[in-house]
């Protein structure tokens, strides 16, 4: 076992892990941040996706190990402080984005990436960036509309 530390969601944490175990499990296992889904762990599904030093990562596809010393963003840092939805989050509720909301957590993600970098996205823009985030319930369409809202609601 070997120890990794990281800053996930603005708060210092540490663990002891396998060199096998992914930093999604350390997240759901060690953290319990179960907000992180794991529907494959093939890296396929996308449901896993955070945020590592501030880019777009399916957390099934790296090791904990290589997330040591990250700045590492997850669902759960999505929401507001006082714990109420944030507004991608928001925007999800509101728009019908989301049926089962399996894929959800890995959906607001990519979507915060996208909208870090571009604030006035099109729709092929958005389903561009969701490519490699599979939704097995709403035929995408609610997404986009739901990502194109919460585009408008932050600038
Ligand atoms: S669980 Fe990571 S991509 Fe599916
Ligand atoms: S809402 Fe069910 S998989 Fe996307």
């Keep these: 076992m070997t120890k990794v530390s990281m800053t996930v969601n603005g708060k210092a944490v540490s663990g002891e892990v396998e060199g096998r175990t992914l930093l999604a499990e350390f997240l759901r296992n060690n953290?319990?941040?179960?907000?992180?889904?794991?529907?494959?762990?093939?890296?396929?599904?996308?449901?896993c996706t955070v945020h590592v030093n501030g880019k777009m990562v399916k957390s099934c596809a790296?090791?904990?190990?290589?997330?040591?010393?990250?700045?590492?963003?997850?669902?759960?840092?999505?929401?507001n402080d006082d714990g109420s939805l944030g507004v991608i989050q928001a925007a999800f509720q509101e728009h019908h984005g989301l049926q089962c909301g399996f894929c959800t957590p890995g959906m607001v993600m990519a979507a915060a990436d996208l909208l870090a970098k571009n604030?006035?996205?099109?729709?092929?823009?958005?389903?561009?960036?969701?490519?490699?985030?599979?939704c097995r319930c709403t035929g995408y369409h609610n997404i986009v509309k739901s990502i194109q809202a919460a585009a408008s609601a932050l600038s």
């Design 31 to 47: 953290l319990h941040l179960t907000g992180t889904h794991i529907g494959c762990d093939t890296s396929q599904c996308g449901a």
């Design 62 to 79: 790296i090791l904990a190990q290589e997330a040591d010393g990250a700045e590492v963003a997850t669902i759960e840092g999505m929401a």
């Design 119 to 134: 604030t006035n996205p099109s729709e092929a823009d958005i389903r561009s960036h969701l490519d490699g985030n599979i």
